[in-house]
């Protein structure tokens, strides 16, 4: 029996394993729900309550870290136009200094057996890719709403099912014999990556918060395509199969479009017809740019220590160049 | 056909947006066949993928590739 925890025993949720497993299981029930759970519970007002109190409390932890961190959004100056600068802004803060550490890792170190377990801790979010933004479109309208949805509908494969992104994910999974069921990676991902994804779910599932959803999009869209090179370049040194060299080929191409459109087409859009959500958008950006440097820290601290237990390892520290 | 729509738009500091087209020929003569409703075409020359954008445009530096 795993034991039990009060809700003030939680001291770092956005590292909190059972904090984020809870706040992902609520979440689940609008997306896909369970197995043997009534569909009604999707509406529960008892769950719907606990939802609200771990949502607050994630709202507020998020807003402490990206204030504490060298991902804090610049001021916008009040007497010009904000959506130029918001564009601006988003511009500035994905440039960043690199590559992320994870994808260089992907491409020079990684075992075969490190590349799955990166496949294992994304599948939470790629085997459901896109879907919390899809939330946002009714939330939001004219120039900025048929750019989501343009950008959607790429994502859900141009009309091609068998070119839905997660279903690219998921033919990359089944190519090297892992589960495509969401709930089969549950028991192993970590409470950061479980955070990154509750992050998307939080802001798309709360109208108020359709600004920072957006800036979340933007920042993820547009931090995407070159680290998406890199673990494709990992994935050929490793010579994994076709459907994994696919999924990320594709994303360096998709991604290089999405992080125009999510810049510029949406969240430039949404400020114009919405000035007021300039701060919002901001905070969204900084929020994905902060909270998923997190997930990946993790990742690699894990991935050190692992190597570190078992120092005849294959591949120990070696970069492959 | 003819009441199809082709569209550029350009993006600063990055590539032209273009919705619409059947294909995108670069310098060298090659051939992009475009497969998605927008395709982003590089204008900054960086791209390993030319006539696409890679999003090159925004390495700070370019890296030249040493492992392939
Ligand atoms: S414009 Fe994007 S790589 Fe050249
Ligand atoms: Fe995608
Ligand atoms: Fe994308």
């Known amino acids: 029996m795993p034991e039990a925890r009060a809700y003030g025993d939680v001291a770092d949720c956005l590292g909190d394993r059972d904090f984020q497993l809870a706040l992902w299981i609520l979440y689940e029930l609008h997306y896909r729900g369970f197995e043997g759970v009534d569909d009604a519970a999707e509406w529960d007002p008892l769950l719907l309550v606990s939802r609200a109190g771990l949502e607050r409390t994630m709202e507020h932890a998020v807003r402490e870290l990206v ?38 890792f992907l491409r020079r170190r990684a ?22 933004q899809s939330f946002v479109l009714p939330r939001i309208d004219g120039a900025a709403k048929a750019a989501l949805a343009e950008l959607q509908y790429d994502e859900y494969g141009g009309g091609r099912p068998d070119r839905l992104h997660a ?29 990154s994804v509750n992050l998307m779910s939080l802001f798309a599932l709360n109208r108020r918060l359709r600004g920072a959803a957006m800036g979340h999009l933007a920042a993820f869209e547009a ?5 998406c090179e890199q ?18 080929d594709e994303h360096v191409e998709a991604d290089a479009v999405h992080e125009q459109l999510a810049i510029r087409n949406i969240c430039g859009n949404l400020v114009t017809a919405e000035p007021e959500l300039a701060d919002d958008v901001l905070f969204g950006a900084a929020a994905c740019l902060a909270v998923d440097s997190r997930a990946g820290q993790k990742l690699l601290t894990d991935w050190q220590d692992r190597r570190d237990r078992k120092p005849t390892g294959s591949g120990r520290a070696e970069a492959a160049g | 056909m003819s009441a199809r729509r082709v569209t550029v738009e350009a993006c600063p500091g990055g590539p ?9 020929v670069s310098d060298d003569g090659t051939v992009g066949k475009v497969e998605r409703s927008v395709v982003a075409v590089c204008r900054c020359g960086r791209s390993d993928r030319l006539p696409w954008c890679d999003a090159s445009h925004r390495a700070k530096r370019r890296s030249r590739k040493k492992d392939d």
């Open chain 1, 223 to 227: 931090t995407s395509s070159l680290p």
């Open chain 1, 167 to 195: 279903t690219l994910f998921a033919r990359a999974l089944e190519s090297l014999d892992m589960s495509t069921d969401v709930a089969s990676y549950l028991p192993d991902v970590s409470g950061e990556t479980l955070a």
């Open chain 2, 16 to 24: 032209l947006l273009i919705r619409g087209a059947d294909e995108v």
């Open chain 1, 111 to 132: 075992t075969r057996e490190e590349f799955r377990d990166y496949l294992a801790e994304r599948a939470i979010y790629h085997l459901r890719e896109s879907d919390p």
């Open chain 1, 231 to 248: 673990i494709l370049r990992g994935a050929r040194r490793l010579k994994l199969p076709d459907a994994v060299q696919d999924y990320y």
């Open chain 1, 67 to 104: 204030a504490s961190t060298d991902h804090a959004p610049p001021a916008l100056e009040p007497d010009s136009d904000p959506a130029p600068q918001v564009v601006k802004a988003l511009v500035q803060m994905t440039i960043g200094d690199g590559v992320s550490p994870v994808a260089t």
